[in-house]
Every structure is written in structure tokens, then in C-alpha cells.
């Protein structure tokens, strides 16, 4: 995919004040991460342990997680009845904190495998994963000591989702008796499976969430390690990057129409969406999919402001120079000048230029199913991608990620929790790419035409 | 360690972060807008819904808004935040649908187990029965996740069946922004756009944005009685009981909701600046230092939303 020059800010936006023409600096957003890992690795411990030791806890509900004496910190996000019931985590809990350096907001993903749906749910809003480890359940002795499957799939989830940053926090280190050692040993096999699936890591940090140790402050020495604690790295990390260096991308979102006779511009429309990818700007020629019709960007609207121009990740109102027949779910894209030498006997009807971003119909993806009901081949499901919904047909299964194995094994079909590679077809072309390269134009969901139940992640491949 | 404990950091403290807070709240009332076919905007006049509403400002325009407000009437209002929902609604050119837990209880819908009961748990069956009526398919509401550890779980738009209840173990997944708005025949959906808001942003954006709020958000003198720990105002409604003193004290009210179950703060401060500094340094949370009816049990807010609340 070619990086459009147009879409570069021009000398004049780049020379006026930056809070006007940038609005949304990554690092004034609050870092979104999200802790995964196994049942009882001991995740809600360790948001209790952040939220406590940072202070964000007050009062009231600190009394609510004491009984009789004792704290138990994983009751301040175990909000459910049936989760107080059974001790475990059904769905995302989202909590809050802030220190000096930054806001947080944290996605409390339950490990239970049958509630990986709600994990996925967390994972694709997210700047950074926290995999927690619990060392007490690893034969740490054991040179070819084995990871437990939910750590596997986790990583494997995040990887696939393009969380910028997977850190493992091996827990439970102040439960074995020789922390150093079982540290170096996990790490270790915690590096070769991330280097078998392909998977960067940013670093590998030893804690106790339940007492503290380097959860907050860093504690040198302690399991061999010298490095920073857990607090000190998330102030340290990225927030997800927007595609800006793509071509444009704007999903229409919402179309409004002015017919008020006060409107200089009567009978105008004005395109809502949020960009997907590259930047929009004024005298800017684009291409309207899927009709193909091609038009030039008359203004540029903010909520607030007329910017001239906005780039992926903003907001924006879109109005066109000529009357096009546009509507919610179509796709604004650039266009590209048509550098293909054209036949001669084609030269009347050859476009001077063509979308930077084409349409597909068929398409390989990776996708996560979250449905009870299996997906099959043959079935329709209906696919969201950007704002607009279009019948989708599984042609087939390529095959199923074995978690333990990474291997690629044959597959029928996909259960609940399964992560496979299938074959889809489209009812209408879709502007796609793969997700590796652009995140909105790259993500789909399958709904169940049935039950409306939100069944499939699909990342797109090719 | 933080801004809690240190006073000094105030004057440092960074507002950029809610201009990705006020995008996300933009594009999740767009997303309504084109998504369904009926929708409505739940307005209380409460420092949540004025906060959504300015948001909604910024995405349609003033004059524009695409949705009426609607509002679920107790009965058991201050008059202060009912007289500013009204100016409000009509300064924006909004139209306004006010269905009331009272007529409810004429038609019989509602019955109280006694007279002095909080009507706001009611406040589901009278919410239940303007869906009805109107055919809503989907409710924005002001609700945050910060706000309890029920809605700490709920997801942004957030399915309901035909009996209006949520159902926490099956909820949708929610990918990306990528929000499925599918329904069946009298299903609905309650949407949450500022349900990543904490109370401190909340009270930032007001300042920032010189929200105007209803008066009683400020420090005013009001009649009190101390009961469980709570300042709990002294009104037609709740009377003092036997043996109870009435003191006069310097209060602001966090939350606003029905009378009998809002409880004011002890505070001086007169401006949203002031109020930023003391959500800083606040040692209870807004529910726990104003509600009466969460204390009951610890899954009451859950069961309620089970029931079709809010």
C-alpha cells in the first residue's frame, strides 16, 4: 500500500498552535490496558493492589472488601453477584486511576476460557496487555517447565489484536521458595513461546500483587530482578497509534442534511464518521465506495472548529464539492492518480484517477469466534465492518491454532474460544485490508442473523 | 505519590485527556443518531446529563438535537434542578417528554409498600412503560463506569430484552467501535457515552467548559440532621424523626436524584473549579457519601439494573 503525498499537513497547519490543529495528543489520553492470564493468577488482586497503593480507593469502598478483618482486594472489581458467588471473573470490570504522569483506565479481563469473549471484548480497546503468571502453578524446577493454556491464548489474542505493548507480570513470586530461580526459569520459557508465536514482549516483570512487592514502587534485588516496577513501565508505554501514515479512510457514519434556507449552502450534506486511516483535507480528491464516484473536499468540519483538515483518529464532517449520492456505511477514500499506462482503445472511458483503497469481496482472515454456536461453512452471518453491514459467507475453514501447540490443524468448523483462519465472501465489495496494516479497514464482526448475537472477530488477512 | 496527597499539584493539573473523552462521547451519540429509529435522550438536569447534553451540542449543533429528552419524573424532585432541566431543554429547543412515576401509581402500574417509600427504584416500571409508548429502541443515559461496580461491568451500548432487563452473563462482546446495534422486536438498547468519565472528569469538563448547573451543586446553607453517617436534608418529604436535631450547614450535593434518597456534602466550594480540587481530595466515593439506597446490599444496584433501571 503506497503512502498518498497529499495527505501531508501543509506548511500552514503545521505553523499555527498545535492544541488547535492536534487536538488529541496520544499521550494527553488515558493509557487503556488490560490484565489477562489464567483463573486465580491473580489478576483482580493486582488491580485492588494498584488501585490501593495509588490511592484510588477511598473509603466506602475500601469497607466493602473488608470482612471480619481481612481485605480481599479482588472484591473491588468482582462487581457481580455471581462472581461474588463464584469467586471468579465473568466480565470486564473497568477501573480508574490516575498518578502525577498519567490517567489509566483498566479492563479487568475474567481468565475463565469459557468467557474469552469478554476478554477479546477488552483486548481490542486496549494500549497494553498485563499477562499475569502465577508462579505457584508452574513446575518451575522442570527446565521444560509448560505454560498454561490460557496464558498461551491470551498472548496469542493480544498479538492478533495488535495491543501495542504485552508485558507478562510473573505473580505469586513471594509463594515459592526460591523466587529468583523460578523467575529466570519462567522467563525464560516465557520468551521462547513468544519467539515460537511470533509474539514482541515488551518486558517481564516479577510481583507480588498480593503484598506489594514492585507493583508500585520498584523493589531492586528482589527475584533477581533490577529492572522497574510494574507502575513505573505503564507510565512508560505507548498509546495504540492511528494509521495516519495510510491513505485516507472515512467510514460514513452519519449523514445530516441542511435544508434550512438561512444556509448559504442549501440542500448541502454533511458527511459524519471518525477517520480510519491518513488525514482529510480541503481541495482534497477523493473516491466514494462503493459507487466510485469521485469528488473534491469542499470543508473540513471539527466539532467545534472549521480545521481545515483532521487525521485518523478525529471526528470530522466531511462536506463534498458536488452533489454525489453518498449515504451511512459507504466509504470517503482518497484517490490515487492512475499511473497504469491505458490502452488506447480504452481511452475514453479511463478514470483520471482511482481510490487509493479498492474494493474486495473475497477475503482470508483470522478470526476469533466467541459464539456458543459453532461457526460453519456455508452459513451466513451478517459482517459490521466500519459503519456499514454486509452479508457474509464462510467458504471454508483453512484451519484451527492449536494454543498449545501453535500448530495449524484441520478444522470442520470453530468452536466457542477457537482462533482460526477462514475464507469469506462478501455480499458487496468493502473497501478491506489486512489489520496488520490499517486497524478499521482491517477489522470486522460476524453477527448471528438469528439470535443478533455478536459472534466472530475477524481480522483481516488478504 | 498522587494528586490526592498533593495540593500543590493542582495548578498542574492537565485537562487535555478530555478531548479524547468528549471525541469517544461525540461519536457514540452520532453512532445513535444513525443507528436507530427512535431514540431518546434521558435528561435529569443533573451535572451527568448537562455534561452529555454539551457534548450532544457539540455533535449536532445547537438547535439540532435529533432525539427528544425524556425524562422519568419521581415526584420527589428539587425544585431547583426541575426549574433548570426545563430552561435547559428549552434554551436548547429541545423537545422535552416527561412520563411520571405518580401516574404510574394512578393507573396502578407502581404500588408503594408505604407512602414515604423512594420512588426511585419505581422509576424502572414508569422508564419501562414510555419505551413502550414511544417504541424506543434505544435510551442514552449519563450513567459511568466509575460510578459503582455494576456499571464498572456494563458495556457501552448495552442489549436489553423485551422485559427491559440486562443480563451481565450475556452480554455482547464489544469490539473496537465496531458496536453491534441489532435488535429484535421489543428489545432496546440503553447507550452509555460517558461511560469512561470519572467524576473528577466530569467536574473538570464543567469547568473547562463553563457548564452552567443547577444551584444546589454548589455550597448553599440547607436545614440537616446527621443520620448513619449521612447529612440527610431536612424536606416535606424527610422530616426529622423523634429525637433528631436539625442543624443548619455549608452543603453542596455530588449527585442528584429523588429526595428521599440524596444526601448533600458538608463544602464552601462555590465554583466547578472549587469542586475539582475537592473530588482531588475526597476520602468517600460520590455513592457512598450521598445514597441512601445503595447501602442496603452490595448487589443492589446490579439487581435493580436486572429489574430495567437505569
Keep these: ?46 488491580i485492588g493492589r494498584l488501585l490501593v497503593d495509588t490511592r484510588a480507593v477511598l473509603q466506602d469502598q475500601f469497607a ?59 483486548a481490542s480497546s486496549a494500549d497494553a496487555a498485563l499477562v499475569l503468571v502465577d508462579a505457584t502453578k508452574l513446575d518451575w524446577k522442570n527446565p521444560q517447565l509448560e505454560l498454561l493454556p490460557q496464558t498461551r491464548r491470551h498472548s496469542l489474542l493480544v498479538n492478533l489484536l495488535r495491543v501495542p505493548s504485552l508485558i507478562f507480570a510473573v505473580n505469586k513470586l513471594d509463594a515459592v521458595e526460591d523466587p529468583a530461580l523460578a523467575f529466570a526459569h519462567i522467563r525464560n520459557q516465557l520468551a521462547a513461546f513468544a519467539q515460537a508465536a511470533g509474539i514482541t514482549v515488551r518486558a517481564t516483570v516479577p510481583v507480588s500483587a498480593l503484598k506489594g512487592i514492585n507493583v508500585v514502587d520498584a523493589t531492586p534485588g528482589w527475584a533477581g530482578y533490577e529492572g522497574p516496577s510494574l507502575l513505573q513501565l505503564l507510565h512508560t508505554l505507548p498509546a495504540t497509534p492511528a494509521d495516519r501514515e495510510l491513505p485516507l479512510a472515512f467510514p460514513v457514519q452519519w449523514v445530516e442534511k441542511f435544508s434550512s434556507s438561512a444556509d448559504t449552502t442549501q440542500g448541502r450534506r454533511v458527511f459524519w464518521g471518525r477517520v480510519a486511516a491518513g488525514a482529510a483535507s480541503v481541495g482534497q480528491q477523493v473516491t466514494l465506495l462503493p459507487s466510485n464516484q469521485t469528488a473534491t473536499i469542499a470543508q473540513v468540519l471539527d466539532h467545534v472548529r472549521e480545521p481545515g483538515d483532521v487525521e485518523a483518529g478525529n471526528s470530522a464532517g466531511i462536506v463534498l464539492d458536488r452533489e454525489v449520492d453518498v449515504s451511512r456505511g459507504d466509504w470517503i477514500v482518497a484517490s490515487v492518480e492512475n499511473t497504469q499506462p491505458v490502452a488506447d482503445d480504452d481511452f475514453d472511458d479511463a478514470p483520471a484517477s482511482q481510490p487509493a483503497w479498492k474494493g474486495q469481496r473475497e477475503l482470508q482472515a483470522t478470526v476469533a469466534w466467541m459464539d456458543d454456536e459453532p461457526l460453519v461453512p456455508g452459513r451466513v452471518y451478517l459482517a459490521q465492518h466500519g459503519h456499514r453491514w454486509i452479508k457474509a459467507k464462510v467458504r471454508r475453514v483453512v484451519h484451527r491454532l492449536n494454543i498449545n501447540t501453535l500448530a495449524e490443524e484441520d478444522a470442520e468448523k470453530l468452536e466457542a474460544n477457537a482462533i482460526g483462519h477462514i475464507e469469506l465472501l462478501l455480499q458487496e465489495a468493502a473497501p478491506v485490508a489486512p489489520f496488520t496494516e490499517a486497524r478499521v479497514l482491517g477489522s470486522m464482526i460476524l453477527v448471528d442473523t438469528a439470535s443478533h448475537k455478536t459472534a466472530g472477530a475477524v481480522l483481516i488477512r488478504s | ?71 422519568i419524573d419521581t415526584g420527589h424532585n428539587f425544585a431547583e434542578v426541575t426549574e433548570f432541566r426545563d430552561f435547559r431543554a428549552k434554551e436548547l429547543g429541545a423537545e422535552l417528554i ?134 440527610v436534608p431536612v424536606t416535606e418529604l424527610t422530616p426529622p424523626k423523634d429525637g433528631e436535631e436539625v442543624v443548619t450547614r455549608d452543603v453542596r450535593f455530588r449527585t442528584v436524584g429523588d429526595i428521599t434518597c440524596t444526601c448533600p456534602v458538608e463544602s464552601t466550594a462555590a465554583t466547578a473549579g472549587d469542586i475539582v480540587i475537592e473530588t482531588l481530595a ?21 439487581k435493580r439494573k436486572k429489574d430495567g433501571y437505569f
Design chain 1, 1 to 46: 500500500m503506497s503512502t498518498a503525498t497529499l495527505n501531508a499537513p501543509t506548511e500552514q497547519a503545521q505553523a499555527t498552535d498545535a492544541s488547535v490543529t492536534q487536538p488529541h495528543q496520544a499521550n494527553d489520553a488515558a493509557l487503556r490496558f488490560i490484565t489477562c492470564g489464567s483463573v486465580d493468577d491473580g489478576k483482580s488482586t493486582l
Design chain 1, 64 to 122: 466493602g472488601i473488608t470482612k471480619s478483618g481481612e481485605t480481599d482486594l479482588a472484591l473491588l472489581t468482582d462487581g457481580l453477584s455471581a462472581e461474588r458467588e463464584q469467586g471468579i471473573t465473568i466480565d470486564v470490570a473497568y477501573r480508574y486511576f490516575s498518578t502525577e504522569q498519567r490517567k489509566f483506565i483498566i479492563g479487568d479481563a475474567p481468565g475463565h476460557e469459557q468467557y474469552t469473549r469478554n476478554m477479546v471484548t477488552a
Design chain 2, 1 to 71: 505519590m498522587n494528586a490526592r496527597t498533593e495540593p500543590a499539584l493542582l495548578s498542574q493539573l492537565s485537562n487535555r485527556h478530555l478531548d479524547a473523552l468528549e471525541e469517544e462521547t461525540i461519536f457514540i451519540l452520532r453512532e445513535v443518531a444513525a443507528a436507530f429509529e427512535r431514540p431518546a435522550l434521558l435528561f435529569s438536569g443533573g451535572k451527568d446529563s448537562l455534561v452529555m447534553l454539551r457534548c450532544a451540542e457539540k455533535a449536532f449543533g445547537a438547535g439540532r438535537l435529533p432525539y427528544p429528552l425524556l425524562m
Design chain 2, 98 to 231: 416527561v412520563r411520571s412515576v405518580e401516574d404510574s401509581m394512578a393507573r396502578g402500574t407502581v404500588r408503594l409498600a408505604h407512602p414515604g417509600e423512594s420512588r426511585n427504584v419505581h422509576q424502572s416500571v414508569t422508564l419501562l412503560e414510555a419505551i413502550e409508548e414511544f417504541r424506543f429502541d434505544a435510551l442514552i443515559g449519563g450513567a459511568r463506569r466509575d460510578e459503582e461496580k455494576a456499571r464498572a461491568k456494563e458495556r457501552i451500548f448495552s442489549h436489553r430484552d423485551s422485559f427491559g432487563q440486562w443480563q451481565p452473563k450475556a452480554q455482547r462482546p464489544e469490539l473496537w467501535t465496531l458496536f453491534n446495534t441489532r435488535l429484535a422486536p421489543g428489545e432496546h438498547f440503553r447507550v452509555f457515552p460517558i461511560s469512561n468519565w470519572t467524576e473528577l472528569d466530569v467536574w473538570q469538563y464543567i469547568d473547562r467548559e463553563k457548564i452552567a448547573l443547577p444551584s444546589i451543586y454548589y455550597t448553599h446553607k440547607r436545614e440537616v440532621v446527621e443520620r448513619k453517617g449521612l447529612l
Design chain 2, 282 to 302: 475526597a476520602e468517600v466515593s460520590e455513592r457512598g457519601a450521598t445514597r441512601m439506597d445503595d447501602k442496603t446490599s452490595e448487589a443492589s444496584m446490579e
